[in-house]
Structures are given as structure tokens and as C-alpha cells.
């Protein structure tokens, strides 16, 4: 009895030892914050009167790749991989979904801003596809954001008006301080022709 006891014992050290070697260890990952909106950006409206309309974004949708916290790139042969021991503090959309709110909050174009986070009740929704959110290796290093937007009646399900939206921000190199910056300047420039838009297409919208 004492000699299977301990077989039995010695058997389970060497399982677990042998589990200890098996496993790879953990890959340490340094997370960055995303780039804040400048606090004089997305202001071209300003002059402007404000619409009288609560507009709520909703967090994009996107697929498999650009719906985590890596940092995703595009090599010369089209593969797509992520950005080796780095990550954001959140999944990318998440990122861009609090970006936008900030940003046009700060615009003052509407009279409310929110997101789907609390559920608050809107005039209009903001629903968006997030197909890009990369960083292209491909000739000219840069930021490659694409965006599908479409403003929406949260009681019909109505979609008033769509667009898409495509930027190419050049970065200086590929090192990550770079990379990181070139994703706040693309996303600001993705703001700005977002703010544009939603500002013209609401106009009539406000005034039925």
C-alpha cells in the first residue's frame, strides 16, 4: 500500500514538472494609451450654432483582427500581423468609439454627445464598421483607418444617411513612440471629416 502511495506520488511531481516545461511563459506586453484629442481639435465648427440634436456613438463593429487591443500591421506581401510585445489599453474600437465622443463633445456642434456604454437615449445614433485600424508597411510606412458610418433613427432603425471614410496618415518611422502618434493624427484627421459630415447631415434633420 505504502509503495503505490508513493508511485502515485511520483507520478504526479513528474506530471506537474513536466507540466511546468510544457507551457510557454507568458509574453510580457507593453500597453500604451491611446493618443487624447488635441484639445483645440475637431473646433472647425465652433463659430457654427449648435444643433439642437443628442447624438450617441455606438462602439464600431469589426471583425476578428481589429476588435482586440494589438496593434495591427499590414507587411509588403499582405500579411497581417500584430505588433510584437505592445497593445493598447483597450480593443481598438472601444479606442476610436471614445476618441469620437470626446472629440465632437469638444466641437460643440451638438447639444449632447454620448455612447452606448451608459444607453442613454439620442436623437440620432452613430453606427460604424471599423474595416481598418492598421498600420501598412506596404512602400510608405503609415496609419490606414477605414470607416463605414451611417447615422441612424433609434426608433425606426432608419438609416438616414451612410458614408465611408478612408485615411492614410504617413508615420516617420516604424519605431513605436511613431506608430503611436501616427494613430492619434490619422484618427484626428478621421474626426474632422467625420464632424464635417455629421454636422451637414444633421443640419436638415434638426430643423423638421
Given amino acids: ?5 508513493t508511485s502515485a506520488a511520483l507520478l504526479t511531481a513528474l506530471l506537474g514538472l513536466g507540466a511546468c516545461t510544457i507551457l510557454p511563459e507568458s ?9 487624447s484629442p488635441p484639445a483645440s481639435g475637431a ?3 465652433s463659430t457654427e450654432p449648435r444643433l439642437p440634436l443628442s447624438l450617441r456613438i455606438n462602439t464600431p463593429q469589426a ?4 476588435s482586440g487591443p494589438r496593434i495591427m ?3 509588403a506581401d499582405n500579411q497581417l500581423q500584430s ?9 481598438g474600437p472601444q479606442l476610436l468609439r471614445e476618441y469620437l465622443a470626446v472629440a465632437l463633445q469638444r466641437s460643440g456642434a451638438l447639444s449632447s454627445v454620448t455612447t452606448d456604454e451608459h444607453a442613454l437615449h439620442a ?3 452613430l453606427d460604424t464598421n471599423l474595416r481598418r485600424f492598421q498600420l501598412d508597411t506596404d512602400g510608405t510606412p503609415r496609419i490606414v483607418i477605414k470607416l463605414d458610418a451611417r447615422l441612424v433613427n433609434p426608433e425606426s432603425r432608419r438609416i438616414y444617411v451612410n458614408h465611408s471614410f478612408l485615411v492614410e496618415h504617413p508615420v516617420t518611422s516604424t519605431q513605436i513612440s511613431d506608430v503611436v502618434q501616427g494613430y492619434g493624427q490619422a484618427t484626428d484627421d478621421l474626426t474632422q471629416q467625420l464632424l464635417v459630415w455629421t454636422r451637414q447631415q444633421l443640419a436638415p434633420i434638426a430643423q423638421d
Fill in 73 to 75: 500591421v499590414v507587411t
Fill in 43 to 45: 473646433s472647425s465648427t
Fill in 27 to 35: 509574453e510580457a506586453l507593453s500597453v500604451y494609451q491611446f493618443p
Fill in 83 to 91: 505588433y510584437k510585445g505592445v497593445r493598447w489599453s483597450d480593443p
Fill in 123 to 125: 436623437d440620432v445614433h
Fill in 63 to 66: 471583425g476578428y483582427a481589429f
Fill in 1 to 5: 500500500m505504502i509503495r503505490r502511495l
